[in-house]
């Protein structure tokens, strides 16, 4: 029988807001644990929550960037579950209104654009983060657990899939696509190292054809795109094997072992857990204006797959385009910059990703302190077109404007790399080479074409690689007569 | 000690003949004289006061006035967090809890130059109406100490009604400070929801809880009123609007407003004493010159059970902080599960636990629909009904209490019984309007009887209005016999 696997994800994205979802905490990773926390996030009694605008701010773009509707109004609701690092015992969260509905996202999968529909998006806040110390910090062996209430409170969007990707390649290019989106709109770190984006895949698998959903297991704990990748794979066989060999797949939730490449079984969910959402009573209902709405889709930047297209439109094949659209800002900004100036896109972005990537690699600069316009660019491969200075005296012009030299005119001119293009100058250091040379001469006249690369290489040579090889050639053969 | 409410008091503390220091240790010596039989503090802080009180003179002799309520001597219901001082809602779970910062309303209290002279006691949690559910044993009513003070702010009405505070904060989450009030013979006050602040108080059930004033005269609740209220950015349910001024109107009489009379408040289970001196109320602002309209809120009958979910549902999840794990008791246990659950069986008192099960009944899958669904169908129910009523009248009156003060022990045994204590003063909580209970008399054993008067959201102006006529009309100047009590 052929499988087809069926795969929901669900994104945890953290907000890199100033403060906290409900207090006026500093988020911030990395510090002493227990510092930023106040009477709020640590649930002390009594505390309240007031939410951040700016996160709903936030919430609002990323639905926004994918395609999702903004709901006029929205209800926070109390998730109640007991833990220990969740200090109120209730997670402040959102149930059946949530800030962001029905949207999707388009990613390409081996050249062919795969579309994931998002079923919603909404806010919520973190919990602490507990430590298990001991063996291995798995929670059932270890001693003791340590409580750290920083993170507690901080803004959590909850990104969740329509179970419409069906492969571990289709898994990890919509991760890759929805973390770009995120990074795009600079809403969050979404540094997955560091945990301020997580991914979690609910799989299961049914026969091809069949309309039905299987059961389904929510995996956790992957830390990068290859291990997502990894572990859906990996999922997806274990599944497979247990149904081919008469088991039956359980309502589970499992841990993606990164070492051993393999899941285990976590906890078993006994039916669903019972949550008992209600309206958080301590904050009312938000409005969502239009005004509010317009406002932020007004601040979008343009997003991944937009500038791909767009690029793509320019006239870049799509592998340029791809490479180009995945550069840091300040380079995209200098082709746009240079195609501005009157540069020729592709020659633009060949450029750019080439030989601009490669110095900044070499020479250990960020990309934003490249001192180089995009209408000096533009200048650069006009001296190429113009037949000025050749492609290979180009990287050195290059070289000087970005060591600040000048202009890249001045530049080759002060480097000494104008090609020599003046035929009477040409003439007479071919004449000269010519007459030294008298059995290559001889050669070439009898149709030993292979001695017109040598000859045209003395005339580099005599020139310091200055002269327009095209017109040596041509010089050449007009004097010898081989034409 | 010749100063009986703030509104007095102010005038000799600013000409010179009264000091924050006398009324302060005044107020410390009732305390110390009574405490042992009335027992109305968890905590007397005798060193703050006694410093903020010099703190307060000072200010005197120097002019600096921060307003009615400096130096004046003001309790606290021990569900209000204080910074520094021990605070625990009555429970053992919050045995020996130092809370790191003040509450909103405690801290505009100290910025007014209030002294704060301890904490009081009430029902664990807030949840009950005797104050007998507290785990550091029950207050009793300085009228007749065999009787409770009602409850949850039951504290906070003893020490008013036995003078060791001027003026105390109460909250009222289905009539804790207006019962208590009316059955210690007190004045007291549940403002509209959203107009005092919440932070620092400790939850009971989060969209009916509101604090307000207990005290000895209308003029003082207003005054009082007038210090907590007002927006506070830390509380998103604050209101953002206007907040009128209080007591402008006091003096202005009733003369053409219209007072409706629930009839839903009266009959079965209303002691006759209560009922006669309420309609004999009614029949006195008729004679002032209100219009006594006759008014049916047929939800009323069924704003009870409604309460009974939403109030614990809220809770369940309001207490499910109190685990062990960063304060307060905690239990020995194996695991963090077992530690957690042992620290709240232990910690918790029965009540609090049965309104916790109540709750996550209420809310759990498969049930929410047809309880906490359905009840919040009858608060919306229970709206439009006061909408309908106060198309017609100003102001809505009832007794506060369908009994006066109930023995110690009498109820304790029958949650229900004691659950109907609060029949007349839910609605409002439920609707998040505005009511007051004013004392108007004494039943034939001497204990107090309640008069309340219901506004719409933000109607405090008129409720303060007709209430300050209530005042004029009953002229209840009995005290309790303080003497006896002390000996």
Redo the contacts between chains.
Sequence with gaps: MTWEAVIGIEVHVELSTESKMFCSCEVSFGAEPNTKVC?TC??????????NEKALDSIMAIGLALNCKVAPNSVFH?K?Y?Y?DL????QISQFDVPVCLEGYLDTTVDGETHRVGIERAHMEEDTGKSTHVGEGGRIHAASS?L?DFNRSGVPLVEIVSRPDIHSAAQARSYAQALRGVVAELGVSDARLEEGSIRFDANISIRPEGDDELGTKVEVKNMNSFRSLEQAVDYEIKRQIDLVESGGTVIQETRHWDEEAGVTHSMRTKEG?S?Y???AE????PMEMGREWVDRIAATLPELPEQRLERYRSAGLEDTLAAVLSGADSPLRGLYEDAVESGADARAAANWVTGEVTAWARRNETETQDLAISGSQLAGLLALIDDGKVSASAAKDVLDGVLLGEGDPAEVAESRDLIQISDSAAIDAVVDEVLQTNPDAVESLRNGEDKVLGFLVGQVMRATRGKADPQLVNATIRERVGSG | MSAQTIAEAQTGLRDGSLTSRMLVEHALKVAADTEAQIHAYLTIDRAGALEAAEKADEDFSRGQDRGPLQGIPVALKDNMVTRGVETTASSQILAGYVPPYDATVVARLRAGGAVIVGKTNLDEFAMGSSTENSAYGPTYNPWDIDRIPGGSSGGSAAAVAAGSAMAALGSDTGGSIRQPASLTGVVGVKPTYGTVSRYGLIAFASSLDQIGPLTRSVEDSALTLEAIWGHDPLDATSFRGEYPALRSRLQEGVEGLKVGVVSELAGEGYEPAVEAQVSGMVDKLAGSGAEIHEVSLPTFDIALSAYYLIAPAEASANLARFDGMRYGLRSAGQTAEEMMSRTRAEGFGPEVIRRILLGTYALSAGYYDAFYGQAQRVRSAIREDFARAYSQVDVLVSPTSPTVAFKAGERTEDPLAMYLSDICTIPCNLSGDPAISVPIGLDGQGLPIGFQVMAPALGEPTMYQVAAAVERLASFEARPNLDLVAS
Excluded: W
């Design positions: 009477p640590l649930g002390l009694p009594g505390a309240l929550p007031v939410p109390r109640n007991f220990a200090p109120k015992n209730y657990t409580l669903s019972d008992r959402y209600f009573p301590d904050l009312v």
